[in-house]
């Protein structure tokens, strides 16, 4: 939409909303087909790679504005753009995880979904809601990373699930649900992306970045 000269605001704001609206679907799949979340979101990722290859085909996608490489290069009072925008979302969330009720909601959903919708919470909706969030982080996130990249490709982003996983857990997050906080995985991503740097720091290979990603 950028290459076609589209407003970058809306062209932006469209990209994050579909990222929302992939998270919406996968949800669905989880709360209202009964889809394993780990098959829903597995497939949903194969089929969005697969249609961006298709469109581009397999081509980076360049010739973007500076107006949008900014976003992602782009810093406030020294501070990159990318920072900020990620402590901002960050603390958001913290904050709305106590104080939002739908929030606080998803530990009591994925601590037992039974139990949860006996005691009057909308349990599907919740789920729903969890899932689209993620789709708008990653949406966030790919605006982020092609913005300073310059470019798009679909093959952007293959292997980030293993680095995220880490990081969630390393977090305090419990792959059974019910536990964790946006800290905790805040505080595990930069551990992860810590760990991963020092090792290149030392002359050691970028590809073991995967190996060590999944050792943690």
């Known amino acids: 939409m950028i290459q076609k000269g589209i407003n970058i605001v809306l062209a ?16 669905i799949l989880v709360s209202k087909a009964n889809v394993a979340p780990f098959v829903a979101t597995l497939g949903s990722q ?8 298709v469109l581009t085909s397999g081509y980076f996608v360049a010739g973007l504005t500076d107006a949008y490489t900014n976003i992602g ?8 753009n990318k920072i900020l925008v990620s402590i901002t979302i960050m603390l958001l969330l913290a904050l709305l995880s106590r104080r939002f009720r739908p929030l606080r909601s998803m530990f009591y959903v994925g601590g037992n979904r039974q139990a949860a919708f006996i005691s009057g919470i909308p349990s599907g909706l ?14 966030i996130a790919a605006i982020l990373m092609t913005s300073s990249l310059g470019m798009g490709h679909a093959g952007y982003g293959i292997s980030f699930e293993m680095k995220a996983i880490s990081a ?9 649900g019910g536990a964790g906080s946006f800290l905790g995985t805040a505080l595990g991503v930069i551990l992860v ?3 991963n740097n020092v090792f290149i720091m030392f002359n050691g290979s970028p590809n073991w970045s995967s190996a060590i990603s999944g050792l943690m």
């Open 73 to 80: 290069r782009g810093s406030l009072l020294g501070v990159p």
């Open 193 to 195: 992306a810590l760990v």
């Open 12 to 27: 932006v704001g469209l990209g994050i909303l579909f990222g929302g609206a992939i998270g919406a679907v996968n949800g």
């Open 168 to 176: 969630a857990v390393i977090g305090g997050a419990d792959m059974h």
């Open 126 to 139: 919740t789920i729903i809601l969890g899932y689209m969030i993620s789709g708008l982080m990653a949406g």
């Open 46 to 53: 194969s089929i969005c790679r697969g249609a961006c290859y």
